[in-house]
């Protein structure tokens, strides 16, 4: 290496050391200090003295029924939330790519504001919004002649729909990476196109679909991780309880719950990680899926 080259090498471990640093000890060290915890009796709640006791937790832990129960809701949960989470974003900036929308710039704005709004605020917003008796949404339903529309919060059978709208509300950093994509479609590709006599949904799945699929790979990925650790919402509004029936009994919940709650610090370490398992898993899942349905443009194995 020329000397050069070396003094570059040099200064750019200089300025990326601060973050090497802290990844070292703020997310290294203490995923290493859980895979440690996981293997003793370590506890807040009891006197006991620190042992090693090999695979217990991970035994109690498969033959605990609550384990299986909160994984059923964050699955169920899943079911819901990432369609709507692929959908909806790539709807609205389709709409607001078109060409014939006036005044898209406001638009965009105002979808992409509810974003940067403290999310326990929306959340608590949302939570009057939903409400059975006072809520505009029930009160909407209720002109339009539903006479009993539905209690989303208090209700299992539509606990989901309601987190699901809770969610939906703050799509504005979704949308822009969709907007953002579709705006690096070739418009070259949509006039070939039209020429061989595509309409709007022959455009739409043989142009916009294959040249966006990066996007909604990348959506999807990010989507899966995030539903996995779904915690702050049901936290926020039922405080953790799990409530209606234990239908926000969500698994990343039960995680916390271990840890502060019943401060058995080992069972909840073990608990992180089968969901760090779980979680890796889906997504290599999703990249080995991957190859058959995402089309990188210039890729000749595409």
């Not at 570059?8 to 915890?37: K, N, R």
Request: avoid cysteine.
């Amino acid at each position: 290496m020329k000397p050069l080259e070396r003094r570059e090498a040099l200064w750019g471990f200089i300025f990326i050391s601060p973050w090497i640093i802290g990844f070292v000890l703020f997310t290294m060290l203490p995923t290493l200090a859980t895979l440690g915890l996981s293997f003793t009796n370590f506890s807040l709640a009891t006197s006991a003295p620190l042992a090693f006791v090999g695979l217990k937790n991970y035994q109690d832990m498969l033959a605990d029924p609550q384990v299986w129960a909160s994984l059923e809701v964050t699955f169920t949960f899943a079911a819901f939330w990432l369609p709507m989470t692929l959908i909806v974003p790539f709807m609205v900036a389709v709409i607001l790519n078109s060409p014939s929308l006036r005044g898209s710039s406001l638009f965009r704005i105002l979808i992409f504001l509810p974003y940067v709004i403290p999310f326990v605020a929306g959340v608590l917003i949302w939570q009057n919004t939903l409400s059975p008796e006072t809520g505009w949404l029930n009160e909407g339903l209720r002109a339009l002649g539903w006479a009993n529309p539905p209690d989303w919060l208090n209700d299992p059978t539509w606990i989901y729909p309601g987190l699901v709208l809770v969610g939906v509300w703050g799509i504005g950093g979704a949308v822009i990476i969709n907007l953002a994509g579709l705006q690096n479609v070739p418009t070259e590709l949509y006039d070939a196109a039209k020429i061989d006599g595509a309409g709007w949904w022959g455009q739409m799945r043989h142009v916009t679909l294959p040249l966006m699929s990066p996007v909604i790979f990348y959506s999807l990925t990010l989507g899966l991780v995030e539903v996995m650790q779904y915690f702050l919402v049901p936290f926020v509004l039922k405080n953790g309880t799990g409530e209606p029936g234990g239908s926000t009994y969500f698994f990343n919940l039960y995680i916390y719950k271990s840890f502060f709650t019943f401060q058995r610090m080992s069972y909840g370490a073990t608990l992180a990680w089968m969901l760090f398992v779980i979680t890796l898993v889906l997504t290599l899942a999703l990249f080995a899926s991957a190859r058959r349905w995402v089309y990188y443009a210039g890729d000749r194995n595409s």
